[in-house]
């Protein structure tokens, strides 16, 4: 794993020790990601600097060192990620000629891209991967990223120059560096928690799509070509596997997964696993441990606050697997201690909470292994989340009943206050208090109000449902996928429609993105073995009831774990990864939050409508509302913003 930067200056008038000194001091600001050794290497005459920071995973010798150049000095490249399948790539390379000099993925890539180009070696690569390659025959730039969006790209024009790099810290390290705040990204992000992709916070600068190669040749704009698309498959593949039966389908699925758990155990350093005794992490695990020789070094942290550790569930499926488990207790001042280094961390504004325990339980497993296999991307994949339970069972009933109806009861569950229902549940059967709470009550009004299908979705994932009306400047956020009447006629069922948007938003712009900071911020390499693109395909087939049966999401999946470990050990309610922010803000953290959201301070940054943001702020601390998540993005952007203004 690795980190890269380049750059081209347009009008080619840059000599190249600057060329070598600006590409140095962008790759420097990427470190972290790659503390192991690095690199520069220019083309003068096109105004080409490509840099490179190494963590040296496979081939830890100095063959494996980039800037790398084909055998036949044609291509430079400047890698980020693994290819798992390399050796088997490696084979047919030689078979047709091709000499290697070191053991390392990264040559396997450069001379599959010389000898086969760039598309048909993309279509056969399975990993995490982004990368910048230079043609110097033909004097042209390509920009590639894995098909699930795994390792981060992000490029754009400033200042006469064409910029990329695998952070944004790098591209603000380049002189020409002249981009602000793009207001319409700033409303999407209050949506959301983060800033979808191609978006990113700065007007000009963009992330490269998952499953997407740039082309830029000289004189002319960049054009973007796509090599995978989960769409087509889904549209294409919907209920594919339907003539399977249940154990003929959970073979496959066991057999697809072993491969992709086999691979990503390569390493020639200390590897483990994270294991939060949930479904995902528990599969990945199990999976590991069969194939090993030794016991897994497992890493779980757990908190005080009972609600939110789930440290005993993982401690008992590590005992039954027989891993080498390690467990650390976290305190509250521990996790909040992690909050001021997160805007430097994430380079963006990221509002998504549960990016404390990632980074802790990085940082944690760092202290034993380089390479950490985790269980994201199980949720999106294989339909986990309560909105895919939802769309395929309680939803097609509850929107037979008139909408006015609806809104009218979505109005009186509205009407009391989280903690009061908090409060009436406390006096229900000790089983149903974990399933019935305040935050579910008006969840479960926002559902109630709901027009269709897609606002639905909408409703669900958004934090702020009108991000226009809190940003100060007249910002637009742009498209809406859920509100694209052709995703609607390619995938007219809802669950498969959710799961899709889910695959290609939420999992690559969150979740990927949060286990990728927060573990490079260490110098973790972080593999993710449940969306092995093969696995996403074989998935985006499935039926229905394959995925949610008898109201139990990932259901398939879960037939596979139960063949490792027993039912009883991961059968418990879906708890998430999270930390106590409700409280935290009413608490300990009031008096930071307050300093943020200060009606002057507001007022004079210029971002923010104050008045929303200060009634959303009185509500939370007056018990009467939860919005912890609409602060935190508030919040988050604020913190970036103090972070990323003095060096801008």
Same mark, same amino acid.
């Given at each position: 794993m690795c980190g890269f930067a380049g750059f081209i200056d347009l009008a080619r008038r840059t000599p190249e020790e600057i060329l070598l000194a600006r590409a140095e001091g962008m790759a420097a600001r990427l470190y972290h990601r790659g503390p192991d050794g690095d690199g520069v290497w220019t083309d003068a005459g096109a105004g080409l600097a490509l840099g490179h920071r190494r963590l040296a995973i496979l081939d830890l010798s100095s063959t494996g060192y980039q800037p790398m150049a084909s055998a036949d000095g044609r291509h430079v490249i400047v890698y980020n990620g693994e290819v798992y399948n390399f050796s088997e790539l490696r084979a047919e390379l030689e078979v047709e000629g091709v000499a290697f000099r070191g053991s390392c993925d990264t040559e396997v890539v450069v001379e599959a891209i010389a000898a086969w180009g760039l598309e048909r070696a993309l279509g056969r690569m399975v990993g995490m991967f982004a990368l910048a390659l230079w043609d110097k025959?033909?004097?042209?730039?390509?920009?590639?990223?894995?098909?699930?969006?795994?390792?981060?790209? &992000?490029?754009?024009?400033?200042?006469?120059?064409?910029?990329?790099?695998?952070?944004?810290?790098?591209?603000?390290?380049?002189?020409?560096?002249?981009?602000?705040?793009?207001?319409?990204?700033?409303?999407? &992000?209050?949506?959301?928690?983060?800033?979808?992709?191609?978006?990113?916070?700065?007007?000009?600068?963009?992330?490269?799509?998952?499953?997407?190669?740039?082309?830029?040749?000289?004189?002319?704009?960049?054009?973007?070509?796509?090599?995978?698309?989960?769409?087509?498959?889904?549209?294409?593949?919907?209920?594919?596997?339907?003539?399977?039966?249940?154990?003929?389908?959970?073979?496959?699925?066991?057999?697809?997964?072993?491969?992709?758990?086999?691979?990503?155990?390569?390493?020639?350093?200390?590897?483990?696993?994270?294991?939060?005794?949930?479904?995902?992490?528990?599969?990945?695990?199990?999976?590991?441990?069969?194939?090993?020789?030794?016991?897994?070094?497992?890493?779980?942290?757990?908190?005080?606050?009972?609600?939110?550790?789930?440290?005993s569930e993982a401690a008992a499926v590590a005992r039954h697997l027989g891993t080498d488990h390690t467990e650390l207790i976290v305190s509250p001042a521990d996790a909040r201690a992690v909050i001021p280094h997160l805007p430097d961390i994430y380079d963006e504004p990221f509002a998504d909470s549960s990016q404390i325990p990632t980074y802790l339980v990085s940082r944690l497993a760092r202290g034993q292994v380089s390479v950490a296999l985790s269980g994201d991307g199980g949720d999106e994949i294989f339909a986990g989340y309560n909105r895919h339970r939802l769309a395929a069972g309680p939803w097609p009933r509850l929107e037979r009943v008139p909408l006015a109806l609806r809104r009218l009861a979505s109005s009186s569950l509205r009407g009391l206050p989280p903690a009061l229902w908090d409060f009436l549940f406390s006096l229900s059967p000790k089983r149903l208090r974990h399933v019935l709470t305040g935050d579910r009550m008006h969840k479960l009004a926002l559902v109630l109000s709901s027009a269709n299908g897609a606002d639905l979705y909408g409703r669900l994932v958004s934090q702020w449902p009108d991000p226009e009306s809190l940003v100060i400047e007249d910002a637009r956020e742009g498209e809406r996928i859920w509100d694209d009447p052709e995703l609607v006629r390619d995938l007219p069922d809802l669950m498969a429609r959710m799961r899709y948007m889910d695959t290609v938003g939420y999992l690559p712009d969150d979740i990927l993105t949060k286990l990728d900071r927060a573990s490079m911020a260490v110098s973790l390499e972080a593999r993710v073995p449940l969306i092995d693109h093969r696995v996403a395909e074989f998935a985006a087939g499935l039926p229905p009831d394959m995925l949610i049966r008898d109201g139990c999401g990932k259901w398939l999946l879960r037939q596979v774990l139960h063949r490792y470990v027993p039912e009883k050990l991961v059968t418990r309610p879906k708890t998430g990864f999270g930390v106590p922010l409700d409280s935290w803000l009413r608490g300990p953290l009031r008096d930071w939050a307050e300093g943020l959201l200060s009606r002057s301070r507001l007022k004079e940054e210029g971002f923010f409508a104050p008045a929303p943001v200060r009634r959303a702020w009185k509500e939370h601390l007056s018990g009467r509302r939860n919005h912890q998540h609409k602060l935190w993005a508030v919040l988050m952007f604020q913190a970036w913003r103090t972070d990323e203004r003095p060096s801008n």
């Open positions: 025959a033909e004097r042209v730039l390509y920009l590639a990223r894995d098909r699930l969006g795994i390792k981060p790209l &992000y490029w754009g024009a400033c200042g006469g120059h064409f910029l990329f790099a695998s952070g944004i810290k790098a591209l603000r390290a380049h002189p020409a560096w002249t981009a602000g705040v793009d207001l319409e990204a700033l409303a999407t &992000y209050l949506r959301f928690g983060y800033v979808p992709s191609p978006r990113s916070i700065y007007t000009g600068i963009s992330k490269l799509d998952p499953g997407t190669f740039l082309t830029l040749r000289e004189g002319g704009e960049a054009e973007i070509q796509r090599y995978w698309d989960l769409r087509e498959i889904t549209s294409s593949t919907c209920a594919r596997q339907g003539d399977l039966d249940d154990t003929e389908a959970a073979d496959q699925l066991d057999d697809l997964l072993r491969h992709a758990v086999k691979g990503r155990m390569a390493a020639d350093v200390p590897l483990g696993a994270f294991l939060s005794g949930g479904v995902d992490s528990s599969t990945v695990t199990a999976l590991m441990q069969a194939q090993s020789s030794h016991p897994v070094k497992t890493f779980s942290i757990g908190f005080s606050e009972s609600a939110f550790d789930e440290s």
